[in-house]
């Protein structure tokens, strides 16, 4: 019925930190990446390149690129919104460009201070760069069920934009459902126009967990035959330019769902709760993930 494979994108450093107003430090962030990088996950997004007055969290992206132990088999991702930051990160070392835009019109604006037409051609110079330097490059859609400030987003609009990035050279598309409004009956309606144009393979779902709906969209992406998610380790993170958007979906709870259906991520659980763990220690907070905080407790 599913695959018996699903590849996780650990994206805790990246989509997890930039909305913390608790600053880690650069150390503490290379000593927790490279206890994930252990974990058996496959890809990791370490930062982001973007300009640190709009994401003051992840303002060492370039140190933290540089000094991180890389694991042979992890492809090791950041986000890029423009040439200047593809430069930064070629020069810090990733394997994979994620650039991203936003289907909403009013989202993209507050989140990259462009139209949707104005960025297209900023993110195919990167993706075209990013591409001829031998890099995977993986486009971000976001807002692709609801938008914070225009309300309900059609499938039409989410494939404009898919179009547009599969067109100018991306290899796979990650569907953002950025403010977590999502249940699975408008997964149903994404994906069933989305994988009427698109193969399976090129598509990852990046759910946010704001109302606990994310497992039951993941668990119907996988009955469309998604076999790939992006998650963030105890449920860290947030768009700092949608407001309410909580965490993505935790890495430990997908885990434990996938573990519990006799799916093989590779991933091993006391190393996820190790780096879980120590991230947790530093924000002096509980993460919401409820297995961590199940599994902490025993
Ligand atoms: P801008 O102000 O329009 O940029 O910002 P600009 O091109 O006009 O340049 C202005 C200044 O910024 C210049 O410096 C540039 O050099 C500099 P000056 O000449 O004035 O001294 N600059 C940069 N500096 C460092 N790194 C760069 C960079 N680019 C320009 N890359 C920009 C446009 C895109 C840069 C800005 O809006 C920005 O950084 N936005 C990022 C916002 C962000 O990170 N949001 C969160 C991530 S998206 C997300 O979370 C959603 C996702 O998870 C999926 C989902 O959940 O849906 C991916
Ligand atoms: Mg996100």
Redesign the pocket.
């Known amino acids: 019925r599913w695959s018996e494979f699903v590849q996780i994108k650990e ?1 805790g450093p990246r ?1 997890g930190l ?1 909305n913390e107003s608790e600053l880690i430090s650069t150390a503490d962030k290379i000593h927790w990446i490279n206890t994930l990088s252990e974990s058996g996950v496959r890809e990791i997004e370490y930062s ?5 007055k ?2 003051p969290a992840l303002a060492d992206a370039h140190e933290v690129g540089r000094r991180i132990k890389r694991h042979p088999d992890v492809r090791y991702s950041a ?1 890029v ?2 040439m ?2 593809l430069e ?1 990160a070629l020069e810090a070392g990733i394997d994979g460009a ?1 650039v ?1 835009m936003s289907a909403s019109e009013t989202h993209n604006r507050k ?4 139209s949707i037409d104005e960025t297209y051609p900023v993110l195919a110079e990167v993706i075209e760069s990013a591409k001829a330097a031998g890099k995977h490059v993986t486009g ?1 859609v ?2 692709v069920f609801d938008c914070p400030y225009e309300g309900k987003i059609t499938p039409d609009q989410v494939l404009s934009v898919c179009d547009r990035l599969i067109e100018a050279g991306v290899d796979d598309i ?1 569907l ?3 403010i977590g409004t999502a249940v699975p009956t408008q997964v149903d309606q994404l994906l069933g126009e989305v994988l009427s144009r698109l193969p399976g393979e090129k598509v990852i779902m ?1 759910f ?1 967990d704001t109302r606990g709906m994310a497992i039951a969209n993941i668990m119907r992406s996988m009955e469309y035959g998604i076999t790939r998610f992006d998650s963030s380790i105890g449920g860290l993170g947030g ?3 949608a407001p309410g958007a909580a965490g993505n979906v935790a890495t430990n709870d997908v885990l434990y769902l996938l573990n519990g259906l006799g799916i093989r991520t590779g991933i091993d659980e006391n190393k996820l709760q190790e780096a879980a763990l120590f991230i947790q220690n530093k924000l002096e907070k509980a993460l919401p993930s409820k297995s961590l905080a199940y599994a902490a407790s025993q």
Do not use: A, E, M, R
Request: aromatic share 14%.
């Open positions: 994206v989509d930039q982001s390149f973007v300009h640190p709009w994401v986000l919104p423009n200047k930051g930064l994620s991203f989140n990259i201070n462009k971000y976001s807002t990650s953002g459902d950025t990046h946010h768009c700092p330019y």
